[in-house]
T-cell receptor
Framework: RKEVEQDPGPFNVPEGATVAFNCTYSNSASQSFFWYRQDCRKEPKLLMSVYSSGNEDGRFTAQLNRASQYISLLIRDSKLSDSATYLCVVNLNDYKLSFGAGTTVTVRA | DADVTQTPRNRITKTGKRIMLECSQTKGHDRMYWYRQDPGLGLRLIYYSFDVKDINKGEISDGYSVSRQAQAKFSLSLESAIPNQTALYFC?????????????FGPGTRLTVT
């Protein structure tokens, strides 16, 4: 079983729409959780950390459900520039990050 | 200038050849990593280094070796390249003293083994 699993999508949404997707993780000892963004075949970049209480960063909202071992990302008022692959990332210790394969979002005009 | 650079950016090589991928960083971070990315799979850790004298195998180190020449330089070698090593390779750095879990990635090296 993969450590981090994501729906690969793609999620095709019109500008202004809301899109949400989840990922699940297998190791209940996971300590920290993140969403990274990766534009087409470029390097991943940290989008936001995910806290137990849920957190927002502008149009992006991340939530963590430890009991069910899933993380979610919601994007409100989608922009064309939000088109990317979103990587769910789980931290098991102070150096090892486990990456999901990514969820592709395409925002159309 | 980019904080993490990788050379070459693209490389095509033949089966059996030895190839080296290089990574340099100006972030001053002690920790450096090598990953590979394949379609449909998440990034997988090949090797990581906490400092010049500390090098460790990741989850898929077979067929690869590394060298940490200096704090700023971390090279990945494929001793005898094979086609299933065709992938996108990323170098990354992190600083546990700042944002400990954020890794900064280089632009990647696209390697094709024919």
């Amino acid at each position: 079983r993969k450590e981090v699993e994501q729906d690969p999508g793609p999620f095709n949404v019109p500008e202004g729409a809301t899109v949400a997707f989840n990922c699940t993780y297998s190791n209940s000892a996971s300590q920290s959780f993140f969403w990274y963004r990766q534009d087409c075949r470029k390097e991943p970049k940290l989008l936001m950390s995910v806290y137990s209480s849920g957190n927002e960063d502008g149009r992006f909202t991340a939530q963590l459900n430890r009991a069910s071992q899933y993380i979610s990302l919601l994007i409100r008022d989608s922009k064309l520039s939000d088109s990317a692959t979103y990587l769910c990332v789980v931290n098991l210790n102070d150096y090892k990050l486990s990456f999901g394969a990514g969820t592709t979002v395409t925002v159309r005009a | 200038d980019a904080d993490v650079t990788q050379t070459p950016r693209n490389r095509i090589t033949k089966t059996g050849k030895r190839i080296m991928l290089e990574c340099s960083q100006t972030k001053g971070h002690d920790r450096m990593y090598w990953y590979r990315q394949d379609p449909g799979l998440g990034l997988r850790l090949i090797y990581y280094s906490f400092d010049v004298k500390d090098i460790n195998k990741g989850e898929i180190s077979d067929g690869y070796s590394v060298s940490r020449q200096a704090q700023a330089k971390f090279s990945l070698s494929l001793e005898s390249a094979i086609p299933n090593q065709t992938a996108l390779y990323f170098c990354a750095t992190s600083d546990p003293g700042q944002r400990p879990y954020e890794q900064y990635f280089g632009p990647g090296t696209r390697l094709t083994v024919t």
